[in-house]
């Protein structure tokens, strides 16, 4: 079955890293995303991981992927106020097809 | 480039009514995908269109429908409006050099009272 599963919440310190983690079900994702959300606002595209890949780096992102285990994680170094917000992981199904498959969403409090 | 963008950002409708709402996606992309957001479901896949034909539909009823144009532009259509409709729709495209990048617009917000 299709199911992706996140952590709620998560609070960190500013100048601290955080360490954002998904799980996810369906073996034949082909990639997977992670969207930062905003009060308001719609989803903005973070990153993306190709499903045969390791491991992707992105300035202050790193994205770290699992595929024995089908754990993906996102870590946000030197986590600043601005990066407050829910963040979403999601991943695409094969056959190249515009369906993702979201968590419910882990808030990210940090406080200064 | 600009972006994708929803039309209107906000509805008040009420309940039996229908509703349309619009989506233009990044110039380019031909995928155009509609996901609606609830507190309680979190955030579900509608359907996603490719030149112009339906590719993909999530578990929704009937009277949720779409359609997309020659341009790519999309509509999505919600027929006999529930209380249970109110939701933030958003809808994304889908490009980018690896033709995988999907991008999603500001949401349209619907209330139905």
């Known amino acids: 079955g299709e199911d992706v599963e996140q952590s709620l919440f998560l609070s960190v310190r500013e100048g601290d890293s955080s360490v954002i983690n998904c799980t996810y079900t369906d073996s034949s994702s082909t990639y997977l995303y992670w969207y930062k959300q905003e009060p308001g606002a719609g989803l903005q595209l973070l990153t993306y991981i190709f499903s045969n890949m390791d491991m992707k780096q992105d300035q202050r992102l790193t994205v770290l992927l699992n595929k024995k285990d089908k754990h993906l994680s996102l870590r946000i170094a030197d986590t600043q106020t601005g990066d407050s917000a829910i963040y979403f992981c999601?991943?695409?199904?094969?056959?190249?097809?515009?369906?993702?498959?979201f968590g419910q969403g882990t808030t990210l409090q940090v406080k200064p | 480039k600009a972006g994708v963008t929803q039309t209107p950002r906000y509805l008040i409708k009420t309940r039996g009514q229908q509703v349309t709402l619009s989506c233009s996606p990044i110039?380019?992309?031909?995928?155009v995908s509609w996901y609606q957001q609830t507190p309680g479901q979190g955030l579900q896949f509608l359907f996603e269109?490719?030149?112009?034909?339906?590719?993909n539909k999530g578990n929704f009823p009937g009277r949720f429908s779409g359609r997309q144009f020659s341009n790519s532009r999309s509509e999505m259509n919600v027929s006999t409006l529930e209380l249970g409709d109110s939701a933030l729709y958003l809808c994304?495209?889908?490009?980018?050099?690896?033709?995988?990048?999907?991008?999603f617009g500001p949401g349209t917000r619907l209330t139905v009272t």
């Open positions: 999601a991943e695409g199904l094969s056959g190249n097809t515009g369906k993702l498959i």
């Open positions: 269109y490719f030149s112009e034909t339906q590719r």
């Open positions: 110039s380019g992309h031909r995928s």
């Open positions: 994304a495209s889908m490009g980018g050099p690896t033709n995988y990048e999907q991008y």
